[in-house]
């Protein structure tokens, strides 16, 4: 039994923090590098934002944007 409760709140820990990197909050206050892929801009800084169709997904260190209309994925690393 506390296993079990130990293993739900690792899981609830985790969901959690995945939402708070995928975050705009999070992510704007971030400079992200341009690695490969889709390419928006060399930096995207807390000016520069994404576009509405465009989809975002940070992993804490990597940040990939999707283009929704050409399905071509950028990848961006943090400063």
Request: proline share 0%; hydrophobic share 30%.
């Amino acid at each position: 039994m506390k296993k079990k409760k130990i293993i739900e709140i690792v899981f609830l820990i985790i969901c959690c923090t995945f939402l708070y990197f995928n975050s705009n909050y999070y992510i704007n206050n971030q400079n992200w590098k341009y690695r490969n892929g889709y390419h928006i801009g060399d930096i995207l800084e807390k000016s520069k934002g994404v576009s509405n169709n465009e989809t975002q997904y940070c992993f804490g260190y990597i940040l990939i944007i999707k283009n929704n209309q050409t399905n071509e994925k950028g990848y961006y690393i943090r400063k």
